[in-house]
């Protein structure tokens, strides 16, 4: 079983989202989905200034096995892509939630309604 | 290894496996608009007897003649042992296997020929090759959109000094892809691209600079200083190189300051003969950063569960059986046969035949255009040293001479009048090693004879 906390947004293709206390968003990929790509080799990270929107593919995670895009789980501007990735994407498998994050986002406009809460991300899984 | 085609009964289970009714829904994701009914334009398919007539006949229309046509595409030696070995049964297909780990053979001479152009070019990675020179620009454009992540615009500056059909065919294959190319004049006294005529674009956003060394007109361009100015604002640069000349030239590696960050060309040189202008294959090779935007395959050295060597292929995520529509390309080892007759042309010639087959060049194209322009109505059209291939000025249309120099069994060289209209009478000439004394001076005598019968008439 994989490791869902209960703190955290994710969204159907398995980003998590974190509301910083300064209203920005740290946006990373789910404990289920770093294991279902295996070992990760190489993560590009979108670069700061550039507006997303929600669904935008803006940023790929490499395995051995395939290349993923992560999907911005909503409206914003990247503030920071995670420069540690560049030299350890292994951190997206071994910290999924914590150094392994991947961008900051600074939100425009409300949360999207089609975010969900821990629970009802693991029943997405269960399918 | 056999080939199986399917059967009409197992294509029937395959599509039933996968619950689709017709092979023609595994194609619904293109819209109708895109797609034809017909080849109006293919005509109709002939025996294998007629077919092997018309080529005949096709293959006679070019034999025979004394040639010094560059342009591109170069007549060198070839040695007897590059198409006698890679026309051995081992070798002779342009395909990696499915599985290709299973074909060490294959992917060892692919590695070796990565590693021979990554050498050439003072590069840090080879791809397995592309499908010609054009196309790797091409190819090199949309590859430094995708990793010069800086650059907004997807403005490619190219020089007119670029080859001219490149240029074509790298609109045609990126110009709807969101990139715009826009030209760069030549100095008329050079023929080179003068630093200065960048200034333009000081201020500007540019994703990448292309530079063509040597270029179109046989000239050689200040690489280090355009490739400067390049780094220092933050655009990529695109070297496009011809490999005979790089065994004498800096590479693209060691250009400037930081070097050349992709560098691309045409392999034909390294051991593919002429026919009519193809299959060739075209070579990209870049710096190590820049390498999960390549586009192709890439073969890698590696050792198996007991320790021993290996080769399998790498990076594979990016291409088009993983990553589908946004893969680097479509690119994979389709010209591995060319591949396979340079890899064994550069090994048997090594660095120093290499190195000795470009200055025999540079020797007989300087003896060329040295008796050329000895002749009344021809001189030379820029200043400056050059490597196999120089422009001439004629006093007259080049067309009708040439057709009259084709009569004499000399193919003169490449007409320029239509690429570049403002260098008048103009005619592209080449020797390659391959061209004698006895031929330079038999092209003197004929040229002499042609425009003295022209003056006359």
Known sequence: MSNIPADLKYARTHEWLRME????????????????????????TPEAGR????????????????????????????????????????????????????????????????????????????? | MPFIPHTEDDIREMLAAIGVAGIEQLFDEIPPGLKIEALANVPAAL????????????????AGHLNFIGAGAYEHHIPAAVWEISTRGEFYSAYTPYQAEASQGTLQLIYEYQSMMAALTGLDVSNASLYDG??????????????????????????ATVNPVYRRVAESIAGNQGLSFETVP?????GTTLPAALRRWDDEDVTALVIQQPNFFGGYEDVAALTDWARAKGTLVIAVVNPTSLALLTPPGQWG????????????????????????FGFLACRSALVRQMPGRIVGRTVDLDGRDGFALTLQAREQHIRRSKATSNICTNQGLLV??????????????????????????????????????VRRAFAGSFFHESVLQLDRPVGPLLQALAERGILGGYDLSNDYPELGYALLVCATETRTATDIETYFQALNDVLRQARVA
């Open chain 1, 21 to 44: 206390a300064d209203g920005t968003v740290t946006v990373g990929i789910s404990d289920h989905a770093q294991d279902a790509l295996g070992d990760l080799v190489f993560v590009e």
């Open chain 2, 340 to 377: 396979t007759a340079a890899t064994i042309y550069m090994s048997l010639l090594g660095a120093e035949g290499l190195g000795r087959v470009a200055a025999a060049c540079v020797r007989n194209t300087a003896e060329l255009v040295g008796q050329l322009v000895s002749i009344e109505g």
């Open chain 2, 257 to 280: 300051e930081g070097g050349a960050d992709i560098a691309c060309g045409e392999g034909q040189p390294l051991g593919v003969p002429l026919s009519s202008g193809g299959p060739y």
């Open chain 2, 134 to 159: 054009a196309s790797a620009m091409g190819e090199a454009a949309l590859m430094a959109v995708r990793a010069n992540r800086g650059s907004k615009s997807g403005r490619i500056l190219v020089p």
């Open chain 1, 51 to 127: 507006s997303v929107k929600a669904g935008e593919a803006c940023a790929v995670v490499e395995s051995v096995k395939a290349a993923s895009d992560v999907y911005s789980p909503i409206d914003g501007e990247v503030i920071e892509g995670n420069a540690a990735l560049a030299d350890q994407p292994e951190l997206l498998n071994t910290d999924p939630y914590g150094a392994g994050w991947i961008m900051k986002i600074r939100p425009a406009g409300p949360e999207s309604p089609a975010l969900l809460d821990a629970k009802a991300y693991a029943a997405t899984l269960e399918d």
């Open chain 2, 47 to 62: 025996g294998e007897m007629e077919i092997q007539r018309l080529m005949r006949e096709r293959a006679a229309l070019d």
């Open chain 2, 186 to 190: 030549y100095c008329a006294d050079s």
